[in-house]
C-alpha cells in the first residue's frame, strides 16, 4: 500500500514568491492534514480537508491556504513569502479525520526561503 | 490554544536502559497518540490511546492514558541505537474540532 506522497521534497524559494506544495494520500483516505514544523514552533496545525472542503483551520496568515481534490489529493499554496515560512511542511492523511485510525504522515517538504 | 508540555527537550541514556517520557496538558483529549520522527522524515505513529486509564503495549513501548485525560506517558524499554529519534505526544479531541495538537518533541539520543 502506497504511503503518503508530498512533493517536492526539497524547495528554495525568494522572498516575496509564492509556492504550492502537493500531498498524494493514501488511497481511500479522505481526510488530509497539514502542518509546518519549525525548530522553535515544533508542529503547527495549518488546516485539514474533508471531501474537498475545508473542515479545520489553524491560526496561520491568510497567506496560507489548500484546496483537496475529488481524488483526495491536496495542495497548500503560500503566496508572498517570508524568510520566516522556511520549515518542513507535513501533510498527513487518515480515512476519516477524527478518531485517529490512519494518521499516517508524508515525509515533507523541506521550504527554504533566501 | 491548547499546548502539550514535554520535557525536557533532550535526553540521554545508555543502550540497555529504559526511559519514561511525560506529556501533560491543561486541556482535556479524548485521544493521545505518541509519535516518533527521524532525520528526514515525517512522523511515525507509535502507539494510540483511545480510553483514559488505558495502558497499550506495541513491542518495548508501553504508554498510558492518564485517568484525568490531561496527561500520557510512553515507556521504552531495554532502548536500542535505533530508538534514537524525536518523540512526540499529541492529543485529539472527538468532533469537528478535530486536529492533533502536538507537543514540542523529546529528542531521545542512546549511547551504545
Known amino acids: 500500500k502506497a504511503g503518503v506522497t508530498q512533493t517536492p521534497r526539497y524547495l528554495i524559494k525568494t522572498r516575496g514568491q509564492q509556492v504550492t506544495l502537493s500531498c498524494s494520500p493514501i488511497?481511500?483516505?479522505?481526510?488530509v492534514s497539514w502542518y509546518q514544523q519549525t525548530p522553535g514552533q515544533g508542529l503547527q496545525f495549518l488546516f485539514e480537508?474533508?471531501?474537498?472542503?475545508?473542515?479545520n483551520k489553524g491560526n496561520f496568515p491568510g497567506r496560507f491556504s489548500g484546496r483537496q481534490f475529488s481524488n483526495s489529493r491536496s495542495e497548500m499554496n503560500v503566496s508572498t513569502l517570508e524568510l520566516g515560512d522556511s520549515a518542513l511542511y507535513l501533510c498527513?492523511?487518515?480515512?476519516?479525520?477524527?478518531?485517529?485510525?490512519?494518521?499516517?504522515f508524508g515525509s515533507g517538504t523541506r521550504l527554504t526561503v533566501v | 490554544g491548547q499546548q502539550l508540555n514535554q520535557s525536557p527537550q533532550s535526553m540521554f541514556i545508555q543502550e540497555g536502559e529504559d526511559v519514561s517520557m511525560n506529556c501533560t496538558s491543561s486541556?482535556?483529549?479524548?485521544?493521545w497518540l505518541w509519535y516518533k520522527q527521524d532525520p528526514g522524515e515525517g512522523p511515525v505513529l507509535l502507539i494510540a490511546?483511545?480510553?483514559?486509564?488505558e495502558l497499550t503495549s506495541n513491542g518495548r513501548l508501553t504508554a498510558q492514558f492518564g485517568i484525568t485525560r490531561k496527561d500520557s506517558f510512553l515507556n521504552i524499554s531495554a532502548s536500542i541505537p535505533s530508538d534514537v529519534g524525536i518523540y512526540f505526544c499529541?492529543?485529539?479531541?472527538?468532533?469537528?474540532?478535530?486536529?492533533?495538537?502536538f507537543g514540542k518533541g523529546i529528542t531521545l539520543s542512546v549511547r551504545p
Open positions: 498527513a492523511s487518515s480515512p476519516a479525520g477524527w478518531g485517529s485510525y490512519g494518521y499516517t
Open positions: 488511497s481511500g483516505h479522505r481526510s
Open positions: 480537508y474533508f471531501s474537498e472542503t475545508q473542515r
Open positions: 486541556s482535556i483529549f479524548n485521544t
Open positions: 490511546l483511545y480510553k483514559a486509564g
Open positions: 499529541a492529543g485529539q479531541s472527538v468532533g469537528a474540532n478535530s486536529k492533533l495538537t
